[in-house]
């Protein structure tokens, strides 16, 4: 039996060193369930950084490599997978090499830096045939599936308005000696899109189109340069219409004092609302439309995706976060993956996310650009 075969599906990472927060949580995520293995990779472009990922990570030194294309070569017949966690400037160029060697993706969001990058990534995967599943965090927490479903079964009526706010602080909140808290350099750099968007504003479109399945037709934004980094985009504020007279009111900032990640969502419609805070994420408060609250967990009794075992490591009352959400994804690309090794067959579904999805929100936030700039209301249709 070669190592392909065994038991654990073997993933190589490209990025996503020690040194990266984003790194460590993909690959705690990954191996939570003993579905994944991190078997090799690529991790840092700084050689000290690369070999003390490898030796953090429990990846051998033969398997670390020092550039993406000596990892392809050897690898490309040893693993399942490789994970893309480089800047996502990088994040086209590395798709697509991995995507035309034939090795099966998965990729931190966003997919790419602009619709542009998106088609030449969809080229690609129709020319190959190939696997690409894109990772959005947040729809893997067990409270906003639950919302989902309820919405989808109409628990609420008929969807009117959604409330959508992501906002964060860390491009205008000082150090303990008064200077600003400097980010990598390369979200500091706005190109098609302003990397605020592709940093938050792919969740934020991504949750609305998860959780409802509705369209956006038109909106109107502003961008704004609040923080300490006048050269980039900090904040955006959004008005869009969507399918069947859905009204969305948009938020998304890294200049909002008092935030940490204050992803929140409300969602009203004709019989019912729901809120859910990423920061207090067990908890869903509903009400009904005689007025009454409703607060639900995991355990309550009208608890139906989020009871179910896979979601209850363990027992509500004991917080699950964000890793644990990042796991839950990975078991639904652990199902996707072993179908595809079967079959080729690449299936999208409601929790495995391709590059049509990723394209969806790259064309919504180059609209709510276009918006800022122009100062007027803008069709996703032009």
């Given at each position: 039996m070669s190592e392909k075969d065994s038991e654990k599906l073997k993933v190589a990472f490209l990025g996503g060193g020690i040194h990266s927060s984003v790194g460590r949580a993909h690959r705690i995520a990954l191996e939570m369930e003993k579905r994944f293995e991190l078997a090799a990779g690529c991790f840092s472009r700084y050689p000290d950084r690369n070999k003390d990922s490898a030796r953090a990570y429990g990846v051998p030194a033969d398997r670390t490599y020092d550039r993406s294309d000596e990892l392809i070569v050897n690898e490309k017949d040893k693993i399942h997978a490789v994970v893309i966690l480089t800047p996502t400037p990088n994040h086209k160029r590395d798709v697509v090499q991995c995507l035309g060697a034939g090795i099966p993706v998965i990729c931190e969001k966003a997919i790419a830096a602009s619709v542009k990058e998106a088609l030449e990534i969809e080229r690609v995967m129709r020319q190959r045939g190939g696997f690409l599943a894109v990772t959005y965090n947040y729809s893997g927490y067990p409270m906003l599936r639950e919302l989902r479903s309820f919405i989808l079964e109409g628990r609420l009526g008929r969807v009117t308005q959604i409330h959508i706010e992501m906002p964060q602080e860390g491009f205008i909140r000082a150090d303990k000696d008064g200077h600003p808290i400097k980010?990598?350099?390369?979200?500091?750099?706005?190109?098609?899109?302003?990397?605020?968007?592709?940093?938050?504003?792919?969740?934020?479109?991504?949750?609305?189109?998860?959780?409802?399945g509705e369209k956006p037709i038109e909106l109107a934004a502003v961008h704004n340069r609040f923080g300490s980094f006048k050269q980039v985009v900090d904040n955006v504020m959004c008005i869009a219409r969507y399918t069947?007279?859905?009204?969305?009111?948009?938020?998304?900032?890294?200049?909002?004092?008092?935030?940490?990640?204050?992803?929140?969502?409300?969602?009203?419609?004709?019989?019912?609302?729901?809120?859910?805070?990423?920061?207090?994420?067990?908890?869903?408060?509903?009400?009904?439309?005689?007025?009454?609250?409703?607060?639900?967990?995991?355990?309550?009794?009208?608890?139906?995706?989020?009871?179910?075992?896979?979601?209850?490591?363990?027992?509500?009352?004991?917080?699950?976060?964000?890793?644990?959400?990042?796991?839950?994804?990975?078991?639904?690309?652990?199902?996707?993956?072993?179908?595809?090794?079967?079959?080729k067959e690449f299936k999208t579904d409601e929790y495995v996310f391709g590059v049509e999805k990723a394209m969806e929100g790259l064309v919504f936030l180059e609209a709510v650009k276009k918006s800022a700039v122009k100062h007027r209301w803008i069709r996703l249709d032009e």
């Open positions: 980010p990598q350099a390369w979200r500091l750099r706005d190109g098609a899109l302003p990397t605020l968007s592709l940093d938050l504003g792919v969740h934020v479109h991504h949750t609305v189109d998860f959780l409802t069947h007279e859905v009204v969305c009111h948009i938020w998304y900032s890294k200049a909002a004092l008092g935030h940490r990640n204050g992803l929140r969502i409300r969602v009203y419609g004709k019989k019912g609302s729901a809120e859910w805070y990423q920061m207090d994420p067990e908890t869903l408060h509903m009400n009904d439309r005689f007025g009454n609250p409703i607060k639900m967990d995991r355990a309550s009794k009208d608890a139906a995706i989020s009871s179910e075992a896979r979601y209850n490591r363990f027992k509500a009352g004991h917080p699950t976060g964000y890793i644990e959400a990042f796991a839950n994804l990975y078991w639904d690309i652990a199902d996707s993956l072993l179908w595809y090794l079967k079959t």
